[in-house]
């Protein structure tokens, strides 16, 4: 390997890091905010089949349920599509398989409804949708 051509190969290599190291900086926010945005619009999406189990049951469901759980509830009874993905993991979220996040409860009378999803490993909020005070993600 003549000199010239070393020094064309390390100049290329070391391009090729600096790329590599860009990608992974603005990869990473980009996933998240991508992963944000499926977890608004499942939100979202729970929300319109919980009030669509409302108008016909007259009350939301009675107990505490996993996002996963709510969901087979929900589409079981008709008021969600089958084809709910689960954000987190990409996969139908009726295969209960993978991180939930999504968490369900009521009041006693099953007036009101929550619906939290948490940051990954705490039981910190990231988002919060209920019937009377958060009804909008803005």
Do not use: C
């Not at 290329?12 to 945005?37: H, N, Q």
């Not at 939301?60 to 929900?74: F, I």
């Not at 940051?119 to 988002?127: R, W």
Request: no cysteine.
């Amino acid at each position: 390997m003549t000199t010239l051509s070393r020094s064309f190969f390390i100049r290329f290599v070391g391009l090729l890091i600096v790329i590599s190291a860009a990608g992974v900086l603005f990869g990473l926010p980009l996933a998240e905010k991508r992963t944000e945005r499926r977890v608004r619009a499942m939100l979202l999406t729970v929300q319109e089949g919980l009030q669509r189990y409302h108008v016909a049951e007259e009350l939301y469901p009675k107990k505490r349920m996993s996002g996963a759980e709510l969901v087979k509830q929900l589409t079981d009874a008709g008021f969600l599509e089958k084809t709910l993905l689960n954000p987190w993991t990409g996969a139908p979220y009726l295969d209960e398989a993978g991180e939930d996040r999504l968490h369900y409860r009521t009041n006693s009378l099953a007036e009101t409804y929550e619906l939290v999803v948490y940051f990954s490993g705490t039981e910190e909020a990231q988002f919060r949708l209920d019937s009377t005070e958060n009804q909008s993600l803005e």
